[in-house]
Structure formats: C-alpha cells, structure tokens
C-alpha cells in the first residue's frame, strides 16, 4: 500500500527520525494536496502531501480516499501546538468537518481557519505571523 506523502527534504529521514517540531504552522489544505509549513522567527520547515487513489468499485471509496488523505495531514500536524488551516472554502470545509468528527486532539490544536486562493509559501507564512501575532498579543485576540 502507498503511502499519500510526497518526500521532501523535511520528511522524516531514512532513519525514521522526524525534523524538529516548531510550535506553530500552517497547513494549505485542500482535497489532492497539502502543504505542512512549521515555522519560527528564523526558519520554514515544509512538507508536502498527496492524496493517493485506490481504484475501486466499492461504493464510496473517494470518501475512504478523502478520510485516509485527511488523515494523513492530521498525522502530519502531530506535535505541533498551534495550527492554522488555509484553502479554498470547500477544502477547508471538508477538512475542518473531518477533523471535529474524526481526529478531536487535532481540532483542539487548530486556531483558525483561513480561506485563501492558492498563496505563495511566504503569503502563507506572512498570514499564519499575522494571525498568531495577533493572539499572542498582551490583549488577546481582538473582538
């Protein structure tokens, strides 16, 4: 059986060992793809993933398609404190009804959610500081 990522340098190594978590990140989500990009104030650490089809004739195997490839980029967010999730309206829907049905320990580390049209990496990572600078300000989150 496949596995649904697409190997970067960030993924885990031949060893198994995964890179340094970072304690926030932005997930691109929609429903063939997604791109994982933890971050600080000095680095992007970045993955891709894809959804791998099973061709079957069994009734609602997209569906199974879609839920393992959503939860492979759960498993992907494992260990990082706060997320932010981006995409298209439809694929974050899916995705966000996904992950509070299926995957509540995920859902809980999730801080938002941002529709958005195909960005660059470095939008996707200015939007992610903007918002996470925004919650962590003195204040809190504004109204």
């Known amino acids: 059986m496949s596995h649904p990522m697409v190997p970067t340098v960030q993924d885990p190594d031949a060893s198994g060992a ?12 929609d429903h063939q793809s997604a ?12 993955h891709k993933l894809r959804e791998h089809h099973h061709f079957t004739r069994q009734h609602a195997s997209g569906v199974r398609d879609e839920h393992e490839f959503f939860g492979a ?9 706060q997320v932010l999730v981006a995409g298209r309206h439809t694929g974050i829907a899916d995705f966000r009804h996904y992950v509070d049905k299926h995957r509540p320990l995920t859902a809980a580390r999730i801080v938002g959610y941002e529709v958005v049209d195909h960005p660059t990496e470095p939008q996707l990572v200015a939007l992610a500081r903007q918002h996470f600078a925004r919650d962590d300000s003195p204040l809190g989150p504004p109204d």
């Open 18 to 29: 995964h890179p340094a978590r970072l304690s926030h990140a932005v997930v691109f989500v």
């Open 35 to 46: 791109e994982v990009l933890q971050f600080d104030s000095q680095q992007v650490l970045g």
């Open 73 to 81: 980029v759960c498993d992907a967010m494992d260990g990082i404190a």
